[in-house]
């Protein structure tokens, strides 16, 4: 389970099954994994790749948005720790998913 830490000195931080992890970390980390992914899927269209050819680019795909759901879920973490539980408008439904 991941748990934004409250502590002295970890105030803003995430920790989970890897080291804790501060808002500037996480975020870049998303940028990283979902430019990794974005460029998968690109390369997937321009080959005209059908989405049932399971390569190993393809495992690399899932592998990175795996990833990145993980980092996504510590940043939606790291910004309820921030603004607290009625900050939300535009993704106040993804909440009740299951976050």
């Known amino acids: 389970?991941?748990?934004?830490?409250l502590t002295a000195g970890m105030v803003g931080r995430v920790a989970g099954k890897g080291k804790a992890m501060d808002l500037e970390?996480?975020?870049?980390?998303?940028?990283?994994?979902g430019r990794e992914e974005l460029s998968i899927v690109r390369k997937r269209a321009e080959e005209k790749t059908a989405a049932?050819?399971?390569g190993r680019?393809?495992?690399e795909m899932l592998r990175a948005a795996d990833q990145?759901?993980?980092?996504?879920?510590?940043?939606?973490?790291l910004h309820d720790g921030e603004f607290g539980p009625r900050w939300r408008h535009e993704s106040r439904q993804d909440g009740a998913a299951g976050s």
């Open 68 to 77: 990145l759901d993980h980092h996504a879920h510590r940043l939606r973490r």
């Open 25 to 33: 970390e996480v975020l870049a980390k998303v940028v990283e994994l």
């Open 52 to 54: 049932r050819d399971h």
């Open 1 to 5: 389970m991941t748990a934004v830490c």
């Open 57 to 59: 680019d393809y495992d």
